[in-house]
């Protein structure tokens, strides 16, 4: 049984704790707010974020992130996106070199287009220790045990292996993948495309509408992957297409509830309020369309929830000059 690290005790970083720790392994979580540490040391359950998950006694929290890194033999980040470079920064005055560190956070960072594992690799130094986890894991159902399969990425097959044998179980089955450039792409991607079904939903614009949405959106993410050099069949897997549809229909789905939160009238700003909650697709739709510009790919419907998101463009208005845009070969 191994010492993990997981930094980060939102929705998606207790569901995983909850996993590992049901593989016997010793859990340190790493909380941003010392109340939620001091509440699951106390009760074994997090107050705020899946307060139905029961942990054992081999998982105790800290706000102290060089406490909760000590002696860590593999690491595991769930922090939000616009985050992880800050709490990478972190971490590299403390964590050996040769620790394992895999990353289920999903989007672009602002400014620079780098990819999650590409700032972990910039500030932590040896690559080839690091992967990225991803795929239609709500964590809500995984915290139930309900069945789910992901994909870990790596630039060598060793690392992909070690974190695939680190989070499989019974329910919870996990395929290995080298592309990592193209599995960490799809993960940003869908969040947007999960918004713009969102905004069909909220709109009444019907299941033609919904699954025309996604279908153009996994193109666009296609394009944007095979510049960035990653592989097409990456994108018809479960970190692509299974992801994709899970977002883009599930309940669970933030990203999908915020665009028909949008369509009625609210804003991102109220909505992660109330939910308290980041919206990972709203962080990333702008990097996307700075990389797609910067590329000269055309993303239509990344464009039109940008424009939406940022410039007060009418929700009704963008689906009616999506559906009129020049006609062209699939």
């Known amino acids: 049984m191994a010492k993990v690290s997981v930094i980060g005790a939102g929705s998606w970083g207790t569901a995983v704790a909850w996993l590992l720790d049901g593989k016997e392994h010793t859990v ?10 001091d509440a699951i040391n106390a009760s074994g359950r997090n107050p705020i974020y899946l307060p139905h998950v029961q942990f054992s006694d081999r998982t105790t929290a800290s706000s102290d992130i060089a406490k909760a890194l000590k002696g860590a033999e593999a690491v595991v980040m769930v922090t939000p996106s616009i985050g992880v470079r800050r709490v990478a920064e972190k971490m590299a005055a403390v ?5 394992p560190v895999v990353i289920l956070s999903k989007g672009l960072e602002s400014g620079t287009s780098l990819l999650m594992t590409e700032i972990l690799e910039e500030l932590l130094g040896n690559p080839a220790r690091i992967a990225a986890l991803s795929g239609p894991n709500h964590a809500e ?32 089955r996990v ?28 709109l009444g614009l019907g299941d033609n509408a919904k699954a025309s949405l996604m279908t153009r959106g996994l193109a666009e993410l296609v394009r944007l992957g095979k510049a960035r050099g990653a592989q097409t069949e990456t994108f018809m897997g479960l970190a692509g297409m299974g992801d994709l ?13 915020l665009g028909e939160e949008l369509a009625r009238g609210g804003t991102l ?7 308290k909650m980041v919206v990972e697709g709203a962080v990333a739709c702008a990097s996307i369309y700075e990389l797609a510009q910067a590329c000269g790919i055309e993303v239509p419907i990344t464009q039109l929830i940008y424009q939406i998101l ?16 020049p006609l062209k070969q699939e």
Request: proline share 4%.
């Open 28 to 37: 340190t979580l790493w909380a941003f707010e010392p109340e939620i540490a």
């Open 95 to 99: 964590l050996p070199a040769d620790t």
């Open 141 to 172: 159902e995984v915290s139930r045990a309900v069945p789910s399969a992901t994909v870990v990425a790596a630039h060598t097959q060793e690392t992909a292996s070690y974190f695939q044998q680190l989070f499989s179980t019974p329910f919870f």
């Open 175 to 202: 395929y290995t993948n080298t592309d990592l450039t193209g599995v960490e792409l799809c993960g940003a991607g869908k969040n947007v495309i999960a918004i713009a079904c969102g905004l069909c939903d909220g």
């Open 245 to 257: 549809i899970v977002t883009c229909t599930s309940k669970h789905s933030r990203n999908r509830t």
């Open 269 to 275: 700003d109220g909505y992660q309020k109330r939910t």
């Open 310 to 325: 940022y410039e007060g463009f009418d929700a009704e208005l963008g689906a009616s000059l999506l559906m009129t845009r």
